[in-house]
């Protein structure tokens, strides 16, 4: 294999410190104007700002001790700098095995008459060109999340990259749905096998086969055709998986704070919120298919009727889709509510207060939802914990894997975290898809017994909005 040599973006390292240790036995080199910019953004109590300071502290550990002619020759990335790199991350370090470079003295050469100026990025450019003479046994790979700039280096002949060790998966149809169909035969197959009984007015079924590998842990199995059971998957132990009886909640059935399922997802969706024994519960889904209302109902349910949660705390990143509409005044609490519209939309439908309701009784209700249900901002959950909680974090996709750990964790004892999201709806800056927090989310607490997903499909807002879905 060519060794090669990776200059690093000032973006990639913003987005990820460890970025340093994540190249195995290749080399990376870091520009000055990088240096340059990653002081100009150290300030401040943003994430970037953090991870630049944090990107600062891991140079400042390798460079301790070492002489300026250490600095020349390179750095050594071992593995102890980059595991200490992956404890701050949260992720296991790779063998970091190549070394760091700096750029010690002015490049030589110049760039295309075509790239005049002396923006940044063009200095990162000039850069990796002049590399060229001094590795000339490697191969030279410029890494950025600017598509731009990977393209102005392409056209100038540079390879050029985007950073893809922040990704959870390589393509996005492989995440995990939390539901799967089961072969038509599936009762003859394990008629022989199969153990069933009920227990606390619940049926429990015990199947064992090759099948069984191909399951997850609250997972929902279905058949492929109409009225037929679902079952949940409780426990999976070798080849042997403990199936549940999951609840109908459809018309004429079981309701949930008036509401009812209008399809297999939405009502597996409402088992897992009901469950006492799930913590964790991740629903995506496109616009209109019934996350927040599904959310709200087994919310308000298990909060006002059961007493099982204290209070509701809603919450989202406020990243606007359009231009920012500057500050807003008030407490924590009002300048919040702009960016709450959906979760206030779906509570008036919940509690009768979209029309019909008298004055007294829309006061009374709203009232009463005030002292339960309380919408708080991510940028102050730094350091808090909630007890016996149900909390809501809608428009989840939008935050970094980080960010999704900082409010995960804040979960005391008897707490529910709900997020919610649409992974098509991605509004933060240099986040993707294969990179959102959610996306990790999903994928790590799969296999969890105390965690369930769903991915809801089907759109039930109304005729126009599926159809605005579906052809725009």
Not at 286 to 300: E, H, I, N
Not at 311 to 328: A, C, H, K
Request: overall charge negative; hydrophobic content about 40%.
């Amino acid at each position: 294999m060519t060794r090669r040599v990776f200059v690093l973006d000032t973006n990639v390292l913003m987005h990820d410190p460890t970025a340093l240790f994540r190249f195995q036995e290749h080399d990376v080199f870091i520009p000055m104007v990088v240096l340059e910019e990653l002081d100009g953004g150290k300030k401040g109590v943003s994430e970037v700002a953090r991870n630049v300071r944090q990107v600062s502290r891991f140079l400042d550990e390798l460079i301790a001790g070492q002489t300026h002619e250490d600095i020349e020759r390179g750095l050594s990335l071992d593995q102890r700098a980059a595991a200490a790199a992956a404890r701050g991350n949260g992720r296991d370090a790779p063998e970091a095995t190549g070394h760091l470079f700096f750029e010690t003295r002015p490049p030589e050469g110049e760039l295309p008459t075509m790239l005049p100026g002396n923006k940044a990025d063009n200095s990162i450019l000039l850069s990796a060109l002049a590399l060229r003479n001094v590795f000339s046994q490697s191969a030279i790979v410029l890494v950025s999340k600017d598509i731009n700039l990977r393209i102005k280096a392409s056209v100038i002949g540079i390879e050029a990259e985007d950073y893809f060790n922040d990704k959870v998966l390589e393509d996005l149809d492989l995440l995990y749905t939390g539901h799967a169909p089961l072969p038509g035969d599936f009762w003859e197959q394990h008629a022989d096998d199969m153990e069933s009984w009920q227990d606390m007015g619940q049926t429990f079924y015990k199947v064992s086969g090759e099948d069984v590998a191909e399951w997850h842990v609250n997972e929902l199995l279905h058949f492929n055709r109409p009225n037929d059971v679902e079952l949940i998957t409780r426990d999976i132990e070798g080849d042997t998986a403990l199936l549940e009886l999951a609840e109908d909640f459809r018309e004429g059935k079981r309701h949930v704070w008036g509401v009812h399922a209008r399809n297999r997802e939405q009502n597996f969706a409402l088992n897992l919120l009901m469950d006492p024994e799930i913590d964790i519960v991740t629903l995506l889904g496109a616009a209109g298919t019934g996350k927040t209302l599904l959310t709200l109902a087994a919310a308000l349910s298990q909060t006002l009727d059961e007493s099982r949660y204290r209070e509701i705390i809603m919450t989202r990143v406020t990243v606007p889709v359009g231009d920012d509409i500057g500050f807003l005044p008030g407490t924590e609490e009002e300048k919040m509510t702009p960016w709450m519209g959906a979760l206030m939309d779906n509570l008036e439908v919940l509690t009768g207060n979209s029309g019909g309701a008298s004055e007294w009784e829309r006061a009374a209700t709203n009232e009463l939802l005030s002292n339960r249900i309380k919408i708080r901002s991510v940028n102050f959950m730094r350091g808090r914990t909630f007890l016996e909680r149900f909390v809501i974090l809608d428009e989840a996709q939008n935050l970094t894997p980080k960010q999704m750990k900082t409010l995960i964790t804040r979960a005391g004892p008897g707490t529910k975290f709900v997020c919610l999201g649409n992974l098509a709806q991605i509004d933060t800056p240099y986040l993707t898809e294969s990179s959102s927090g959610l996306t990790r989310v999903v994928d790590s607490f799969r296999n969890w017994r105390h965690s369930g997903h769903v991915t809801l499909a089907q759109g039930e807002r109304s005729r126009l909005a599926h159809f605005a879905s579906d052809h725009l």
